[in-house]
């Protein structure tokens, strides 16, 4: 195979290895991805709901080509060299835990921070051309890159098991790509290669934290200045059948033939919009691949095609040669290219076995004249989009526009030509800002080189002029380019209520359509049906979701899910740091909705029986409360139902003590959180009772609740938790060891034993509160979604509310449901309601062979911890989160993401071998252990329904609250819960 038009020839050893048994042979240095499909095995993981997924991308973001080597699971076939005697399987959806690993953990954590003046992230053109002209500087400069050699994935080298003679590259863009590599070196750049970016921290306005995994080691790199060249991902193509093995990107594709010289077994079909599918059609056939076709969406026989290609020549002729020599090698291999189609359904049975094509159509719809090809391979090439994740967590301000030619807009940065942004030493080079192509890329990592470099003081001596004039150049060049590949074609055009949107979770656009109704953003959508919550985090399927769900309106970097770490799974026996702990709660400002509207009084006001603000749990619980007693009732709701706590919770049900709520660190003593208890017993049964009700498995499990001991000073201090529990009902028992690991068998040896409490469970709040809203919606209650409240009156007998939107409500009663923004409710209606907003963190990873099946916390330190349905493990415990700069995201901690894995992996050493998949954060409410409830005193009508413990409580607060208004009594007494207990009291 000589894909490259030069001699290249074998350098490594020829090693083996076995693949479900089956014994191949690979050259020392290839990857395991191009072993496989070179040898015809292309599938690699077990998808969530069945069926083999396999190589997608070829760089590492996807996860398709999960393996497990050598029993270590998790292991990406893309990024991992062959080596002699591997032992490889297939990946299992639910990766597996060894209880009694021969060794705790392969990951290690250091607590050495690196410094460096400038940080370039990612040896793409843009971070190659960026790190030597700061280089150039005499700035300190560290480049890092995921890969095992520099070149992204325009540059791609050859791998170290292939040489060329006397070192020359085999084509002349490798050849580009070797040279600047070696001027970098000489330059004495610090390259890092095999190195993982896994998180990015900007915790104060002047600091950046960058968390990277390297050899198996976490550590963090504290740069003053840091240039994002991270690239871009092909943009999905969502059609029936593209999860099929054999289906990759045109980039994934060309990655196995460049670098590693192998394709997988044709036919092989090119499909896409743009001039990089004619550049692997072509490389493929010099490579003796046999290319059933190429699909181009585009009209490139069309005047304005042609035009536009006599542009583009203009600027960058040596470009639009090479362009004609592909055209010219696949026509004289008599390699056909449908002009004006694009692919319809790809078809098979475990793998591709034919592709549909159909016609674009003039409006970018499908056209009913249909081929229907066979092949085992495809390509897809529709486009690229920036890997915009680290920008956005350090808080670049991003917009949308469009993707070259296409109909489509992508999530671009907003950034100044030498690549600076919103977020001071924050430089943004190449395409992980916008599509611009290689040589705009070198130009801006030129320019943002030298930018980053003067903001740590240095001195740019480097004429930046032609630099300039070359950006100007190519824009030009790109514009024109891609005009003449103008496609009309609308980016779902394929798509069927059946075809899989979320590779990583199996969700289908079907499942998208049904969750739309009542979720009109992508993070509620997340939320209710898991789309984007898999290993690639949603690289693959928010595009498509977002357009799924698109409205007229323009959209923002807000309709996304706000951005989290870790922005790739990593290993929780990397990040585990002991930390210390309890220190209070972090309190903080509740974010307000943005803007003020007058009231409009041309719209007649909305009038109700009962107006509750807030659609969390509670307001939801309430509200069906009231509704299935024929109250006619209203909710608010400034985001969308269970947007906030209620939806961003880790679904424990808790009947005993958490270890912070007794004893010394307890609020009020611990008496407020004591006197809960018999609530939370009373609601976790009515939990039971609603499970069997609404019209979803809202994964109620009554599990019980173990929180363990390590000493005997901790076991004397649940001894006395007990006994406090047990005096209020609650049947919480002190076992011994020999108990504990019968229910846990994978608990830490330092555990001597625990208090366990059956009545505990767990719950998916992604489940639960929608499930409420339905059967709230369908008892009669009517939710109004964005309408943040503004005013507050009474008149005329009645409140009277106005919201953002300027529209009116009219309600005999109110009821303030509106968790950490009760107190702000409070405020407008005249009263204090001592609420506080106080973020927290939660932790999941990726899914797991049964390891816990019990709610499990500590008697002193802090973790919640519990096992979903589908084999994620929930890590929580009142560890505090903050708000992003400048967007004021809820966002963990560096610090207690670090802590709370540390307690979770001391606790359950099994979990060491997990990655995690996402953090998260949510406002939580900070009162003094108790929640508020009951009518107000001295405001007749105004009826508080709050607590910290909203998840838990939320079916027994709706429904004393819709007693107090129908039945005007409880049979609770109140009197602990009732605003009135903190008169005379400090409650700032």
């Given at each position: 195979?000589?894909?490259?038009?030069?001699?290249?020839?074998?350098?490594?050893?020829?090693?083996?290895?076995?693949?479900?048994?089956?014994?191949?042979?690979?050259?020392?240095?290839?990857?395991?991805?191009?072993?496989?499909?070179?040898?015809?095995?292309?599938?690699?993981?077990?998808?969530?709901?069945?069926?083999?997924?396999?190589?997608?991308?070829?760089?590492?973001?996807?996860?398709?080509?999960?393996?497990?080597?050598?029993?270590?699971?998790?292991?990406?076939?893309c990024m991992?060299?062959?080596?002699?005697?591997?032992?490889?399987?297939?990946?299992?959806?639910?990766?597996?835990?060894?209880?009694?690993?021969?060794?705790?953990?392969?990951?290690?954590?250091?607590?050495?921070?690196?410094?460096?003046?400038?940080?370039?992230?990612?040896?793409?053109?843009?971070?190659?051309?960026?790190?030597?002209?700061?280089?150039?500087?005499s700035a300190?400069?560290?480049?890092?890159?995921?890969?095992?050699?520099?070149?992204?994935?325009?540059?791609k080298?050859?791998?170290?098991?292939?040489?060329?003679?006397k070192?020359?590259a085999?084509?002349?863009?490798?050849?580009?790509?070797?040279?600047?590599?070696?001027?970098?070196?000489?330059?004495?750049?610090?390259?890092?290669?095999?190195?993982?970016v896994?998180?990015?921290?900007r915790?104060?306005?002047?600091?950046?934290?960058?968390g990277?995994?390297?050899?198996?080691?976490?550590?963090i790199?504290?740069?003053?200045?840091?240039?994002?060249?991270?690239?871009?991902?092909?943009?999905?193509?969502?059609?029936?059948?593209?999860?099929?093995?054999?289906?990759?990107?045109?980039?994934?594709?060309?990655?196995?033939?460049?670098?590693?010289?192998?394709?997988?077994?044709?036919?092989?079909?090119?499909?896409?919009?743009?001039?990089?599918?004619?550049?692997?059609?072509?490389?493929?056939?010099s490579?003796?691949?046999?290319?059933?076709?190429?699909?181009?969406?585009?009209?490139?026989?069309?005047l304005?095609?042609?035009?536009?290609?006599?542009?583009?020549?203009?600027?960058?002729?040596?470009?639009?040669?090479?362009?004609?020599?592909?055209?010219?090698?696949?026509?004289?291999?008599?390699?056909?290219?449908?002009?004006?189609?694009?692919?319809a359904?790809?078809?098979?049975?475990?793998?591709?076995?034919?592709?549909?094509?159909?016609?674009?159509?003039?409006?970018?719809?499908?056209?009913?004249?249909?081929?229907?090809?066979?092949?085992?391979?495809?390509?897809?090439?529709?486009?690229?989009?920036?890997?915009?994740?680290?920008?956005?967590?350090?808080?670049?301000?991003?917009?949308?526009?469009?993707?070259?030619?296409?109909?489509?807009?992508?999530?671009?940065?907003?950034?100044?030509?030498?690549?600076?942004?919103?977020?001071?030493?924050?430089?943004?080079?190449?395409?992980?800002?916008?599509?611009?192509?290689?040589?705009?890329?070198?130009?801006?990592?030129?320019?943002?080189?030298?930018?980053?470099?003067k903001?740590?003081?240095?001195?740019?001596?480097?004429?930046?002029?032609?630099?300039?004039?070359?950006?100007?150049?190519?824009?030009?060049?790109?514009?024109?380019?891609?005009?003449?590949?103008?496609s009309?074609?609308?980016?779902?055009?394929?798509?069927?209520?059946?075809?899989?949107?979320?590779?990583?979770?199996?969700?289908?656009?079907?499942?998208?359509?049904?969750?739309?109704?009542?979720?009109?953003?992508?993070?509620?959508?997340?939320?209710?049906?898991?789309?984007?919550?898999?290993?690639?985090?949603?690289?693959?399927?928010?595009?498509?979701?977002?357009?799924?769900?698109?409205?007229?309106?323009?959209?923002?970097?807000?309709?996304?899910?706000?951005?989290?770490?870790?922005?790739?799974?990593?290993?929780?026996?990397?990040?585990?740091?002991?930390?210390?702990?309890?220190?209070?709660?972090?309190?903080?400002?509740?974010?307000?909705?943005?803007?003020?509207?007058e009231?409009?009084?041309?719209?007649?006001?909305?009038?109700?029986?009962?107006?509750?603000?807030?659609?969390?749990?509670?307001?939801?619980?309430?509200?069906?409360?009231?509704?299935?007693?024929?109250?006619?009732?209203?909710?608010l709701?400034?985001?969308?139902?269970?947007?906030e706590?209620?939806?961003?919770?880790?679904?424990s049900?808790?009947?005993?003590?958490?270890?912070?709520?007794?004893?010394?660190k307890?609020?009020?003593?611990?008496?407020?959180?004591?006197?809960?208890?018999?609530?939370?017993?009373?609601?976790?049964?009515?939990?039971?009772?609603?499970?069997?009700?609404?019209?979803?498995?809202?994964?109620?499990?009554?599990?019980?609740?173990?929180?363990?001991?390590?000493?005997?000073t901790?076991?004397?201090?649940?001894?006395?938790?007990?006994?406090?529990?047990?005096?209020?009902?609650?049947?919480?028992?002190?076992?011994?060891?020999?108990?504990?690991?019968?229910?846990?068998?994978?608990?830490?040896?330092?555990?001597?034993?625990?208090?366990?409490?059956?009545?505990?469970?767990?719950?998916?709040?992604?489940?639960?509160t929608?499930?409420?809203?339905?059967?709230?919606?369908?008892?009669?209650?009517?939710?109004?979604?964005?309408?943040?409240?503004?005013?507050?009156?009474?008149?005329?007998?009645?409140?009277?509310?106005?919201?953002?939107?300027?529209?009116?409500?009219?309600?005999?009663?109110?009821?303030?449901?509106?968790?950490?923004?009760?107190?702000?409710i409070?405020?407008?209606?005249?009263?204090?309601?001592?609420?506080?907003?106080?973020?927290?963190?939660?932790?999941?990873?990726?899914?797991?062979?049964?390891?816990?099946?019990?709610?499990?916390?500590?008697a002193?330190?802090?973790?919640?911890?519990?096992?979903?349905?589908?084999?994620?493990?929930?890590?929580?415990?009142?560890?505090?989160?903050?708000?992003?700069?400048?967007?004021?995201?809820?966002?963990?901690?560096?610090?207690?993401?670090?802590?709370?894995?540390?307690?979770?992996?001391?606790?359950?050493?099994a979990?060491?071998?997990?990655?995690?998949?996402?953090?998260?954060?949510?406002?939580?409410i900070?009162?003094?252990?108790?929640?508020?409830?009951?009518?107000?005193?001295?405001?007749?009508?105004?009826?508080?329904?709050?607590?910290?413990?909203?998840?838990?409580?939320?079916?027994?607060?709706?429904?004393i609250?819709?007693?107090?208004?129908?039945?005007?009594?409880s049979?609770?007494?109140?009197?602990?819960?009732?605003?009135?207990?903190?008169?005379?009291?400090?409650?700032?």
């Amino acid at each position: 195979m000589d894909a490259l038009g030069r001699k290249v020839v074998k350098k490594a050893p020829e090693v083996t290895f076995t693949f479900e048994g089956e014994q191949l042979s690979a050259l020392e240095g290839q990857s395991l991805a191009s072993a496989l499909v070179g040898t015809g095995h292309l599938s690699q993981r077990e998808g969530r709901l069945g069926g083999k997924h396999g190589h997608y991308c070829g760089m590492g973001a996807c996860f398709e080509c999960l393996v497990n080597v050598d029993g270590r699971h998790g292991v990406r076939a893309c990024m991992t060299p062959v080596q002699q005697g591997l032992v490889v399987k297939h990946h299992p959806y639910k990766s597996p835990l060894a209880y009694e690993p021969a060794e705790p953990t392969s990951f290690k954590t250091s607590h050495e921070r690196v410094t460096t003046d400038v940080l370039v992230i990612g040896a793409g053109p843009a971070g190659l051309q960026a790190a030597l002209s700061a280089r150039q500087t005499s700035a300190d400069v560290l480049l890092i890159d995921e890969r095992a050699s520099l070149g992204g994935q325009y540059f791609k080298q050859l791998s170290s098991a292939y040489t060329t003679g006397k070192g020359i590259a085999p084509d002349k863009q490798m050849q580009a790509g070797r040279s600047l590599i070696e001027t970098l070196v000489k330059a004495d750049v610090k390259p890092w290669h095999n190195t993982l970016v896994w998180g990015a921290f900007r915790e104060h306005p002047d600091q950046i934290k960058i968390g990277v995994e390297r050899e198996g080691v976490a550590m963090i790199i504290e740069p003053r200045a840091v240039v994002i060249a991270t690239g871009a991902t092909e943009r999905p193509y969502p059609v029936p059948g593209w999860t099929l093995p054999g289906v990759m990107t045109t980039g994934g594709l060309q990655t196995l033939l460049r670098s590693y010289r192998t394709a997988p077994p044709g036919p092989v079909l090119i499909a896409g919009n743009g001039p990089l599918n004619l550049q692997v059609a072509a490389e493929l056939v010099s490579a003796g691949v046999e290319v059933a076709g190429v699909v181009e969406s585009a009209s490139l026989t069309s005047l304005t095609a042609l035009a536009q290609t006599g542009q583009a020549t203009r600027h960058a002729p040596a470009l639009i040669g090479a362009g004609l020599g592909y055209l010219l090698t696949l026509k004289r291999a008599r390699v056909p290219i449908f002009d004006g189609y694009t692919v319809a359904a790809i078809e098979g049975d475990g793998g591709v076995e034919s592709v549909v094509i159909a016609p674009v159509t003039s409006t970018g719809e499908l056209g009913e004249s249909t081929r229907r090809l066979q092949v085992k391979a495809i390509g897809l090439g529709y486009g690229f989009q920036p890997q915009a994740e680290i920008g956005r967590l350090l808080g670049v301000e991003h917009f949308y526009a469009p993707a070259m030619a296409s109909v489509t807009k992508v999530l671009s940065a907003d950034r100044a030509e030498d690549g600076s942004c919103n977020v001071p030493g924050v430089f943004i080079a190449g395409e992980a800002g916008g599509f611009g192509g290689a040589q705009l890329a070198l130009a801006q990592g030129a320019l943002a080189g030298a930018a980053a470099a003067k903001h740590c003081g240095y001195k740019v001596s480097a004429d930046l002029a032609s630099w300039h004039a070359q950006q100007r150049k190519h824009r030009r060049f790109q514009k024109a380019l891609w005009s003449a590949f103008a496609s009309p074609l609308k980016p779902l055009a394929g798509l069927t209520d059946e075809t899989v949107v979320c590779r990583c979770e199996g969700i289908t656009a079907g499942d998208i359509f049904a969750g739309r109704e009542a979720c009109s953003d992508v993070a509620s959508i997340k939320r209710q049906t898991r789309a984007g919550m898999g290993r690639c985090q949603g690289r693959y399927c928010a595009a498509t979701v977002s357009l799924l769900i698109a409205s007229d309106r323009q959209g923002s970097q807000f309709d996304l899910p706000a951005p989290q770490n870790p922005i790739k799974p990593v290993a929780i026996g990397a990040l585990a740091i002991e930390k210390g702990e309890w220190a209070g709660h972090r309190r903080v400002e509740t974010p307000s909705a943005s803007g003020h509207h007058e009231i409009d009084t041309s719209q007649p006001a909305i009038e109700v029986d009962v107006l509750v603000i807030g659609a969390g749990v509670a307001g939801s619980s309430t509200a069906m409360s009231l509704a299935r007693q024929g109250v006619e009732v209203a909710v608010l709701d400034r985001g969308l139902p269970n947007g906030e706590a209620s939806g961003g919770n880790a679904g424990s049900l808790h009947v005993q003590l958490l270890s912070f709520d007794f004893g010394t660190k307890a609020e009020g003593g611990g008496g407020p959180a004591a006197s809960t208890l018999p609530l939370q017993q009373a609601s976790a049964s009515l939990w039971e009772t609603l499970a069997g009700e609404l019209d979803e498995d809202i994964e109620f499990k009554r599990s019980g609740g173990l929180m363990v001991a390590e000493n005997e000073t901790q076991l004397r201090f649940l001894e006395r938790k007990a006994a406090l529990e047990r005096s209020l009902g609650i049947d919480t028992r002190i076992i011994e060891r020999a108990d504990v690991e019968r229910k846990l068998p994978a608990i830490s040896e330092a555990v001597i034993g625990g208090a366990w409490c059956a009545e505990e469970g767990k719950i998916n709040p992604l489940l639960a509160t929608p499930a409420l809203v339905r059967a709230a919606t369908l008892a009669g209650a009517h939710f109004y979604t964005g309408e943040a409240v503004q005013t507050i009156e009474r008149a005329n007998g009645k409140w009277q509310i106005g919201t953002q939107s300027g529209r009116i409500y009219r309600a005999s009663r109110v009821v303030n449901a509106a968790g950490a923004w009760a107190g702000d409710i409070g405020k407008l209606a005249g009263i204090n309601v001592p609420v506080h907003a106080a973020p927290l963190q939660m932790i999941v990873t990726e899914a797991a062979e049964p390891v816990v099946d019990v709610l499990l916390a500590h008697a002193d330190r802090h973790l919640t911890l519990k096992q979903a349905a589908n084999g994620n493990v929930i890590i929580g415990g009142g560890w505090p989160a903050g708000l992003s700069i400048p967007f004021g995201y809820q966002r963990p901690l560096l610090d207690s993401i670090e802590g709370n894995l540390w307690v979770a992996r001391h606790v359950l050493p099994a979990l060491g071998q997990l990655r995690v998949l996402r953090s998260w954060a949510a406002i939580n409410i900070n009162i003094d252990g108790a929640p508020i409830l009951g009518e107000a005193p001295q405001l007749p009508g105004f009826y508080n329904a709050v607590t910290s413990n909203g998840f838990t409580l939320g079916p027994l607060v709706g429904q004393i609250t819709a007693d107090l208004i129908t039945r005007g009594k409880s049979d609770w007494n109140l009197a602990p819960f009732s605003l009135e207990r903190f008169e005379g009291k400090n409650i700032s």
